[in-house]
């Protein structure tokens, strides 16, 4: 019998379905290519800090390109689990790596800058998770949590899966091993937050900041949603009570820069940047509180240009900018050239532009294509790094790893309460049960994958990567023995299945049995759709 002669030939309707853009698409394979380099080699990852202690450091970035993958996958690829787990893993192991967490042998014995009563140095230790350091702790707890709510998996909470190996060549008695699980890795954070009274965890000694303790509150959630417990709502009701108490406005109203737990005071923050990092996490499990504050604390920040881009005054014209504003004065006449950017704001701002929906999101990205350098390296879109502060006309021109790698992709890939969606409405086992693409064989792009249950049709487009068409293998499921289900290729059907009767296919594609799914093999020679309709063929 020929597929002609099936009947249900004509082609579902799935214009409705958005593709991922080129962009967006671009950041993904970045990432990808990131993730993909050898352990030890971190091309397009180097920072001007030799010891990984400030904000653009390893840690940073590859957490943030995890939480990229996370709200691509959530938001834009759902049915497409083998597209970002590979690349999601890869991130995990390489922050396990030594040469990211191994600052903290050192930075555990504090100094002057975190401690100013400090006489003389503390006895340091090397486990980078057991107390404090909640900048490195909070990140992993977070890139685990929701590992295990996007791919359905535990296996970052067995014994030892987080296992941290210090073994110098030429340093140290003998090797040392630290192992945890994900439940274990909360659970020291977790009684460090009841000892601090629910204020957080330490970054550096002696120094508790907002921004790094939101991240270990979405390690919180997830844990709790894989073994039903309720720790991130005791976490987010404590912290939010402690901090309503203390106070968690400088005099710029933005969060405090950090708390200092021995002399109880707070230190300054240094720009709007770690409020807007961290009201863009705490939008999560504080929603209202978010969106009734960030345009007031971005007041004086975004500087609009022409052409509807929009970049950022420096810190150090702010409050002049801010009172200009408030007098009715124009204020493009203010400027500093001189200011370092010694932090990631860029980045930050754009973040919380991403998770808040604003349209000012659009004017920064516009900024940054024109003057930032948008570079493309083997399929992948980045803004490479630039020490400059600004060009000859003073356009803000700076660009460190962090934002060029792992923020503005973030940005892009967002939605709207992009995070808060993954945290208050997470995958369960009825998304698990729909078929998505679980395992693709070659180097090919997927730009749109989604399973709609109510017209029970499951959309994939591929692409070849360059020119080379590719042979494709691809495993579709979960899909019952007895389905009965259509493929159609670019409108034309081409494979159907009869519950309980063999496959029939034209050849163009060539159906293979799997153990709990479908395999399709085909070559892809250029953007191709296909489109699984499951019904009584």
């Known amino acids: 019998m020929s597929v002609s002669e099936l009947g249900h030939s004509t082609a579902p309707d799935v214009s409705r379905f958005p593709f991922l853009d080129p962009l967006q698409l671009g950041h993904l394979r970045h990432i990808e290519n990131l993730a993909a380099q050898p352990d ?48 999601f893993d890869h991130l995990i192991r390489k922050m396990l790596r030594r040469d990211v967490w191994g600052y903290w042998k050192d930075t555990s014995q504090a100094g002057p ?76 954070i977790y009684w460090q937050m009841v000892e601090n009274g629910w204020l957080g965890v330490a970054c550096e000694p002696n120094c508790v900041f907002i921004v790094c303790n939101q991240f ?149 990205f516009d900024h940054a294509d024109r003057f930032m350098s948008p570079t493309w390296s083997d399929g992948g879109l980045y803004y490479p790094r630039n020490d400059q502060s600004y060009d000859a006309d003073g356009n803000l021109v700076r660009m460190d790893r962090l934002t060029g790698n792992a923020m503005l992709a973030y940005a892009r890939l967002n939605v709207s309460d992009g995070l808060w969606a993954m945290y208050n409405k997470p995958w369960t086992s009825d998304h698990f049960a729909d078929p998505a693409l679980q395992r693709i064989s070659a180097a090919v792009d997927v730009t749109r994958a989604i399973f709609d249950r109510d017209t029970r049709l499951l959309v994939l487009t591929l692409q070849p990567r360059g020119d080379r068409p590719p042979e494709v293998s691809v495993d ?34 060539r159906p293979v049995a799997r153990n709990g799914g479908v395999g399709l093999e085909l070559c892809i020679e250029k953007a191709t759709t296909l489109v699984m309709a499951f019904d009584d063929v």
Do not use: C
């Open 40 to 87: 030890g080699e971190w091309s397009k990852m180097g920072i001007p800090d030799p010891g990984q202690e400030w904000l653009d450091s390893y840690r940073y970035q590859l957490a943030q390109m995890a939480y990229a993958l996370g709200l691509a996958h959530y938001h834009r690829l759902p049915a497409a689990p083998a597209v970002f787990r590979e690349t």
């Open 113 to 188: 800058y975190v401690n100013p009563d400090l006489k003389e140095l503390r006895k340091g230790w090397i486990d980078p998770v057991v107390r404090e350091n909640i900048m490195y702790s909070g990140h992993l707890s977070a890139m685990v949590g929701m590992h295990s709510m996007l791919f359905d998996d535990d296996a970052y909470d067995q014994p030892g899966a987080l296992t941290f190996v210090h073994n110098p060549i030429f340093w140290g008695m003998k090797p040392e091993k630290f192992e945890y699980s994900r439940s274990s890795l909360n659970e020291v």
């Open 216 to 364: 270990p509150m979405l390690g919180f959630r997830f844990d709790d949603l894989r073994k039903g417990g309720s720790v991130a709502e005791e976490a987010t009701r404590s912290y939010r009570s402690a901090w309503d108490k203390k106070g968690i406005f400088s005099s710029e109203g933005w969060f405090h820069g950090w708390w200092r737990v021995e002399q109880d005071d707070f230190v300054p923050p240094k720009s709007v940047g770690w409020t807007a990092w961290g009201g863009a996490v705490m939008n999560t499990w504080n929603r209202d509180f978010v969106r009734g504050i960030y345009r007031d604390q971005l007041r004086g920040v975004l500087k609009y240009g022409s052409d509807g881009l929009i970049s950022l005054y420096p810190n150090s014209v702010v409050s002049r900018v801010r009172e200009a504003m408030a007098s009715g004065h124009p204020v493009n006449e203010i400027e500093d050239r001189t200011y370092p950017w010694p932090m990631p704001d860029f980045g930050y701002v754009a973040m919380l532009l991403s998770e808040m929906g604003d349209a000012d999101l659009q004017g920064i």
């Open 476 to 509: 579709i499921g979960p899909v019952e023995p007895d389905a009965s289900w259509r493929l159609f290729r670019d409108g034309a059907l081409v494979v159907t299945a009869r519950r309980g009767e063999t496959i029939e296919s034209t050849g163009e594609v």
